[in-house]
């Protein structure tokens, strides 16, 4: 897809502070802010590589308000998510991309980009006041979204897009049915499911993934809980200690004894399509997965689900975060340009706009803080006040190491044994011993 025009940076902040999301509720279109340049490239061409999903399909869709607003023709692609991480991996490590701006997904192409060194170091930029909103800060990302974006020197890499928390979904119904309160910590988690499990009735407590692979995210989501990630930032794996044994323990319990049969085999899909029954009473997932929940023609669960930041584990409270964002190429000529395009996709207006549609949740609290906004949020205020609630606790999901997808494919056999029986410290213990020489290869 094809798109011309470009932002001054004065367009830019005029726009943001005027949005408040008043333009997807009919009010007049806000120009950008003033402040900002974006009229300095026009006539400059650039391509752009994006993975195909709702976020992507909203930034195609509004092409034509960049193009006109800065001058800067765009050449757009997206390609469905391993087809282009294929891509994007091919071509940059060539030396020699064929586009300017590239769409990455933190927690499995983060530790892999930098490596490569193929993103441009932009932090000049977003202190650059002729280029960059100056309402933009570190801050307003959260601290997981500046982490995904920065290196460990604290280059400014890419621009956080889009986020995804872990939260903890719960049937209200079935709830007061029992006489129960939203749990506070992960002990109440499993006490709460074990009472409102009923199997003569087919009512169970609890639902997760425990499709091997699938299934790390919700154990790492318990990890955090517990005091620890999986992988120290200094690369020592940190998936077989006391912490993580505890967090298999809790995956183990609630799975076992509170969850649906067949829940071994369940991906997120699975465990969505059973939360919408009814017949659950919680279910551990990121929040981008909320919308159909309020679809009466596929949930039975409409007004009736609760939707909270996941509870204090035994050490403390964390917000699994998983997330994307945009960069330039380090090889890009046209790399103001490039930055431009960036900073558009997330300025508080696109945010909000992806908010809104349902199409992905901003990193920006600015964006979801915003009362106009948040009107024209099609989900419950509750939703919403989740979002809020578990960007201040946010930590990464996921190591930040290249070979993510073996992490998974290793751990993701030790979890889906464990719901079948099998002991968590010697699971742990044994995928530990397999998983060390990958990350060791990858990192020598």
């Known amino acids: 897809m094809n798109s011309r025009s470009k932002l001054s940076r004065r367009d830019f902040l005029a726009a943001t502070a005027a949005l408040g999301g008043s333009a997807l509720l009919g009010a007049p279109r806000p120009s950008f802010a003033a402040e900002v340049d974006w009229k300095r490239y026009a006539g400059t061409t650039i391509e752009v590589n994006l993975?195909?999903?709702?976020?992507?399909?909203?930034?195609?869709?509004?092409?034509?308000?960049?193009?006109?607003?800065?001058?800067?023709?765009?050449?757009?692609?997206?390609?469905?998510e391993q087809q282009q991480r294929q891509k994007t991996t091919i071509e940059l490590s060539s030396g020699k991309p064929s586009f300017d701006v590239v769409h990455l997904s933190y927690h499995v192409q983060k530790?892999?980009?930098?490596?490569?060194?193929?993103?441009?170091?932009?932090?000049?930029?977003?202190?650059?006041?002729?280029?960059?909103?100056?309402?933009?800060?570190?801050?307003?990302?959260g601290q997981a979204g500046w982490m995904f974006a920065t290196d460990a020197k604290g280059r400014l890499l890419s621009l956080p897009f889009s986020v995804d928390y872990f939260?903890?979904?719960?049937?209200?119904?079935?709830?007061?049915?029992?006489?129960?309160?939203?749990?506070?910590?992960?002990?109440?988690?499993?006490?709460?499911?074990?009472?409102?499990?009923?199997?003569?009735?087919?009512?169970?407590?609890?639902?997760?993934?425990?499709?091997?692979?699938?299934?790390?995210?919700?154990?790492?989501?318990?990890?955090?809980?517990?005091?620890?990630?999986?992988?120290?930032?200094?690369g020592k794996i940190l998936a077989d200690s006391d912490e993580a044994i505890l967090a298999a323990k809790y995956y183990q319990r609630l799975m076992s004894k509170s969850?649906?049969?067949?829940?071994?085999?369940?991906?997120?899909?699975?465990?969505?399509?059973?939360?919408?029954?009814g017949?659950?009473?919680?279910?551990?997932?990121?929040?981008?997965?909320?919308?159909?929940?309020?679809?009466?023609?596929?949930?039975?669960?409409?007004?009736?689900?609760?939707?909270?930041?996941?509870?204090?584990?035994?050490?403390?409270?964390?917000?699994?975060?998983?997330?994307?964002?945009?960069?330039?190429t380090r090889q890009s000529t046209k790399?103001?340009?490039?930055?431009?395009?960036?900073?558009?996709?997330?300025?508080?207006?696109?945010?909000?706009?992806l908010l809104q549609t349902g199409s992905g949740v901003p990193f920006r609290s600015v964006v979801i803080a915003d009362p106009e906004v948040r009107k024209g949020v099609?989900?419950?205020a509750e939703w919403l006040d989740a979002v809020l609630g578990s960007a201040k606790v946010s930590k990464l999901s996921l190591p930040v190491i290249v070979p993510v997808t073996e992490f998974r494919d290793i751990y993701g056999v030790a979890l889906t044994n464990m719901i079948g029986g099998a002991d968590p410290a010697t699971?742990?213990?044994?995928?530990?011993?397999?998983?060390?020489p990958v990350l060791a290869k990858s990192e020598g």
Request: net charge neutral.
């Open 51 to 80: 993975i195909k999903s709702p976020r992507s399909e909203w930034i195609l869709k509004n092409l034509a308000e960049f193009e006109t607003l800065t001058g800067i023709k765009v050449n757009a692609e997206a390609t469905p």
């Open 259 to 277: 969850a649906p049969p067949g829940v071994s085999g369940f991906n997120w899909a699975e465990a969505q399509s059973a939360f919408l029954q």
């Open 427 to 436: 699971e742990l213990k044994k995928a530990t011993a397999q998983f060390a």
């Open 378 to 380: 099609k989900m419950p």
């Open 279 to 328: 017949k659950i009473g919680m279910w551990i997932d990121g929040l981008g997965f909320a919308p159909p929940i309020e679809d009466p023609t596929r949930s039975r669960v409409v007004g009736r689900t609760g939707y909270g930041v996941m509870p204090k584990g035994p050490k403390e409270q964390a917000a699994a975060t998983t997330g994307d964002g945009i960069g330039v």
């Open 167 to 234: 939260i903890l979904y719960w049937n209200k119904d079935l709830f007061e049915k029992k006489g129960l309160r939203y749990p506070q910590s992960f002990d109440e988690i499993v006490n709460c499911a074990e009472a409102l499990t009923d199997k003569s009735s087919g009512t169970y407590g609890f639902v997760a993934r425990g499709l091997k692979n699938a299934n790390v995210p919700v154990w790492t989501a318990l990890m955090l809980g517990c005091g620890t990630p999986s992988v120290s930032p200094d």
């Open 335 to 353: 790399k103001e340009a490039s930055y431009l395009f960036c900073e558009w996709v997330v300025s508080k207006k696109m945010g909000a706009g």
């Open 111 to 141: 530790r892999q980009f930098e490596r490569g060194d193929w993103l441009a170091d932009i932090s000049g930029f977003f202190k650059d006041p002729a280029l960059t909103d100056p309402s933009f800060s570190a801050a307003d990302f």
